[in-house]
Structures are given as C-alpha cells and as structure tokens.
C-alpha cells in the first residue's frame, strides 16, 4: 500500500506508528502542514485548512493508493459535516480515496456497535466538548473521560506511551463498550493490546482506526 500521510508539522509519532499497523512493504509519503505552537482552535483552524489544500495541489494525480488526513482535532473542530468536506475538497485535489482520522473513529466505533464509551483526549476543553459532541452525532456517549490538557504541541510532545497506558488504566470501566485515546501524536502502539487484555474489552486509537480503514479500503 502507497498512501500520502497529511499531518501537521508538529506530529511525530503517526508516520512511525501507523506504518507498523499497516501490511508489511507498505510505503508512505508525508505532507507536514506548518503550525503554530499552540494547538488547533476554532478561531486557527480555517488557515489550518486552506494551508493544507494549498500543500495538496502539489500531490496532484500522484500515484498513491489513498490518501490518510491524520491531524484529529482538525475533524473534532470542524465537526462531522466539516470533516466530510476536507475529505471530499483534499479528494478532488489529489484524485485519490481519503481516510480521516475522526470518520475512522466514528466508522470503527460503529462496527462494534460501541453506545458508551471511555474517552483519553490530550486536548484542552474547546476540543474536547467539540469531540464528545462529534461522537454524539454518532449517538456514542462519552461515559467516563480524562485528559492530559496539553497547552501547546511541546508538552503534547513530551506525553510517552506510559503516561497515556497510566492514564488509560483509570478509565477501564466496566459499564463501557470500548476505550477510545484520540490523537494521532499520542503513542499507543505498544500498549493496546495490553490494555484490550486486561480491560477484556476493544481499546482503539486515533492511529490503529486510521490504519483499520486504510486497508479496508485497499482490499
């Protein structure tokens, strides 16, 4: 699988984890949209966007087989019917499939009819009340959540695999169907299957479910 990976400049962990959850010889290509240091807002988000379908046309007619839009709270802020736009204007630009990260949250969530579940953001409140509303469009109730509510993308950096593993162990409730950490910075690959195991539940992550329906799509 030939994919484009778009994320913002500061994310240092999607192009490395993802690979690792896609097939073996999987090949990547990445477009760093340049950021601030503070994390995304309503009020920075549409520079955001403009900035990253301008970068895309240089990605026309490329011979990749998707496109993966990996930054989260981008979809979060947009909301539902926003997301779907990016995904459809990035689409025509490139002429390839996209997967966002935030629809694949959705869609896999969907899939194992999950109605309640835990919630581990890293983001502060204006993101995170725009993420539980984005799952509510789903009609996915956030039963029980936590936050590493990072101020700008360098603490959001310094947050390591234990830190969100500790974090996540606290939200292992039982009256849940699934656990859900969001973001694609946020590192998770060593510790999900960790976590599934003890919680004997589904844990997700914003990188595994982008990765989940990029080979859907493939196949």
Request: overall charge neutral; charged content about 25%.
């Amino acid at each position: 699988m030939n994919i484009l990976l778009i994320i913002p400049g500061n994310n240092t962990t999607m192009e490395i984890e993802l690979m690792e959850w896609l097939p073996e010889k999987s090949k990547s290509t990445i477009l760093r949209v340049p950021r601030g240091a503070g994390l995304l807002t309503s009020d920075t988000i549409s520079d955001y966007i403009e900035t990253t379908l301008k970068l895309c046309e240089n990605y026309r007619n490329e011979s990749f087989d998707a496109v993966a839009y990996g930054c989260t709270a981008a979809g979060f802020i947009l909301g539902p019917d926003g997301d779907k736009d990016v995904s459809k204007r990035i689409e025509d630009t490139i002429g390839k499939p996209v997967v966002t990260t935030a629809r694949s949250m959705i869609t896999s969530l969907e899939e194992i009819n999950a109605k309640s579940i835990s919630l581990l953001t890293p983001y502060l409140d204006d993101v995170n009340i725009r993420l539980k509303s984005f799952l509510n469009s789903a009609n996915i109730n956030v039963s029980h959540f936590d936050s590493f509510y990072a101020n700008d993308v360098h603490e959001l950096a310094k947050i390591t695999s234990l830190q969100v593993e500790e974090k996540s162990k606290k939200l292992l409730e039982k009256n849940v169907d699934a656990l859900f950490i969001a973001c694609s910075q946020l590192p998770t690959k060593s510790i999900l299957g960790k976590l599934s195991k003890e919680f004997n539940k589904t844990v997700y992550s914003s990188i595994q479910v982008t990765a989940k329906r990029l080979i859907n799509l493939h196949h």
